[in-house]
């Protein structure tokens, strides 16, 4: 079993910066796949960016150049800081790891203001 918590949500204008957290109970060491995917209001969930145990990394189009993901294996802990924000990202922003089936955290909110 893996238990995600998301943290860092929050309301930021537009141009701003917000690091989200991934706290994953036990050790992400042998977790191949981390990522963070969002779902805005109305619309499907959709992939964000993905980091694999290797340190692999890939990013939506949407958001290539704006945002980076990590982990932090010491931390048990993956990041997405994300700048340049626009309203657009605004969203649902949810932790996913995959070690035999899929984990999801419950999500933090992030609000980019015009």
């Known amino acids: 079993q893996v238990q995600l918590v998301e943290s860092g949500g929050g309301l930021v204008q537009a141009g701003g910066s917000l690091r989200l957290s991934c706290a994953a109970s036990?050790?992400?060491?042998?977790?191949?796949?981390m990522g963070w995917y969002r779902q805005a209001p109305g619309k499907q969930r959709e992939f964000v960016a993905l980091?694999?145990?290797?340190?692999?990394?890939n990013y939506a189009d949407s958001v290539k150049g704006r945002f980076t993901i990590s982990r932090d294996n010491a931390k048990n802990t993956v990041y997405l800081q994300m700048n340049n924000l626009k309203p657009e990202d605004t969203a649902v922003y949810y932790c996913?790891?995959?070690?035999?089936?899929?984990?999801w955290g419950k999500g933090t909110l992030v609000t980019v203001s015009s």
């Open positions: 996913k790891a995959i070690r035999g089936m899929d984990y």
């Open positions: 036990g050790s992400i060491f042998s977790i191949n796949y």
């Open positions: 980091i694999t145990s290797g340190g692999s990394t």
